[in-house]
């Protein structure tokens, strides 16, 4: 830190009161805290669903079209943004991504979620009680008709199986990589420090994102995760793609709510955006 000529002289002092010394810590203190400020302070969180219907949304899934909601996987009954699968024979690998409108790059994102029901037929073990908040995605359009993932940055949901251990809020890459204590990440999930949460309770979950910085995950308004630096992966076909279209760094994108064969309530999505 540099001081100005005043502070310089006042400093250069032998002796100084106990009183001047607090004066002087509060001063620096009081700046500190300036520099930082809150930026949640008098803003608005803004519903990105509206409880009614899917305006503002668009529904990819797997092997069909944008826009096409195959066995009405995602719909709106009772308030309640809900995944469903009473219209699939089996699951058959048709993941699905429902992509908001706009895209965001300084923001927290907030949602409940519960897990319900049974998991489809033909689910991959691995997506038990399993979804996700996709951020800093690539836009719907650009996606492959058979492509299963978008590349972007997987905020993943787990709920409990009743038995082991399975944290939520964790990281998962697909198409990209993170920095977290200055190592780049390259596995593909990494799992967030949260309990588990059996049954079918709702829980929040919150996703705070710096554009191409910082990166924390929240449950039940918790930290349970922080990274940085997210970036996209040369090593992954649709990731090296983008690279030839753009820049490394993912700095902003799109926000999708995922279905991976688990039935999935979402009762609240809402946005705060971040003045950087």
């Not at 002087?24 to 608005?44: C, R």
């Not at 719909?75 to 908001?100: A, W």
């Not at 399975?166 to 593909?188: D, E, Y």
């Not at 995760?225 to 076909?237: A, F, K, N, S, V």
């Amino acid at each position: 830190m540099t001081y100005s000529a005043p502070f310089a002289r006042y400093f250069s002092c032998r002796l100084l009161s106990q009183s001047a010394v607090w004066a002087l810590s509060a001063f620096l203190a009081g700046a500190v805290f300036a520099a930082e400020p809150d930026q949640s302070h008098n803003k608005e969180w803004i519903p990105l669903f509206n409880g009614k219907d899917l305006e503002g949304w668009k529904v990819k899934i797997t092997g069909y079209e944008l826009g096409d909601n195959f066995g009405n996987t995602f719909r709106v009954e009772d308030g309640i943004l809900k995944v469903r699968y009473d219209q699939y024979d089996k699951f058959d690998g048709r993941f699905g991504h429902m992509f908001y409108k706009d895209k965001f790059s300084h923001y927290i994102i907030r949602v409940e979620y519960r897990f319900v029901g049974e998991q489809i037929a033909g689910g991959p073990g691995w997506a038990l009680r399993n979804s996700g908040i996709m951020i800093h995605c690539q836009s719907p359009e650009s996606m492959r008709k058979d492509q299963e993932f978008p590349v972007c940055i997987e905020v993943q949901l787990l709920g409990g199986n009743g038995q082991d251990e399975r944290p939520t809020g964790n990281l998962c890459t697909p198409g990209t990589n993170v920095v977290m204590g200055s190592q780049l990440i390259t596995q593909h999930c990494t799992n967030s420090k949260s309990k588990t949460y059996h049954g079918d309770q709702w829980v929040t979950a919150e996703v705070e994102v710096h554009g191409g910085a910082v990166i924390r995950h929240k449950i039940n308004g918790e930290v349970v995760m922080e990274y940085e630096q997210p970036q996209l992966d040369e090593r992954d076909p649709d990731g090296k793609q983008l690279i030839k279209e753009g820049k490394l760094l993912l700095e902003e994108g799109y926000i999708s709510l995922q279905s991976e064969s688990h039935p999935v309530d979402f009762r609240k999505v809402e946005i705060l955006l971040l003045d950087e």
